[in-house]
């Protein structure tokens, strides 16, 4: 096994990074690397196949982040979360480097979440949600128990990641979108370029 340290842009260690080459993908014409991400409070596991002579690569990730990991990502939105994310079977499909197809499910168990727009700061208490992936670069969120969606994103072949926030989140942030929209329909979309 290799070992080595996962960070992210440079802020915190993300923890201890382990991975390992499995033989069986070579009778394939394949390179995956077993990997294992461990630290004192996330454990990631999964592994990364480079097909090349389909131009393919594939992710495949399982375990648990908490939302002090998550809130790296999350800093430079000015969002702030609680709980734990538990990846279930995520699979990602990378074509000449940008994805093209998901699998798989994120759930988060809720709880309090903390944001800044337009220079007013909000703090709500979430229920527990879970993030269906698929069949494209792309995702819906419900809450458990729940068949309204709440939220949804897109990673877009221009490079750029869309999120969609429904009239029904809006309500439980306890900041309706004004108007009479439904509680599915999106009110709020916003684009940002992220590769």
Do not use: C
């Not at 290799?2 to 990074?17: K, S, V, Y």
């Amino acid at each position: 096994d290799l070992i080595g340290i996962a960070r992210h842009h440079g802020l915190h260690p993300l923890g201890e990074l382990r991975w390992r080459i499995s033989p069986a993908a070579l009778l394939r014409g394949s390179l995956r690397y077993d990997l294992v991400l461990d630290n004192a409070i996330d454990q990631l596991s999964g592994a990364i196949e480079l097909a090349p002579w389909q131009a393919a690569t594939r992710i495949e990730i399982s375990g648990a982040l908490t939302a002090v990991t998550v809130n790296q990502w999350l800093l430079p939105y000015h969002i702030d979360l609680s709980g734990i994310f538990t990846l279930e079977n995520v699979q990602v499909t990378l074509v000449e480097w940008l994805p093209a197809a998901t699998k798989g499910t994120i759930v988060w168990s809720g709880g309090r979440v903390t944001y800044t727009l337009s220079g007013k700061t909000s703090l709500s208490i979430l229920p527990e949600m879970r993030a269906y992936l698929g069949e494209g670069p792309e995702a819906v969120v419900y809450p458990i128990g729940g068949q309204t969606p709440l939220l949804y994103a897109e990673l877009l072949a221009t490079g750029y990641a869309k999120v969609g926030i429904t009239m029904r989140l809006t309500r439980l942030l306890n900041d309706p979108w004004p108007g009479g929209e439904p509680d599915h329909a999106v009110v709020l979309e916003v684009e940002e370029q992220v590769f």
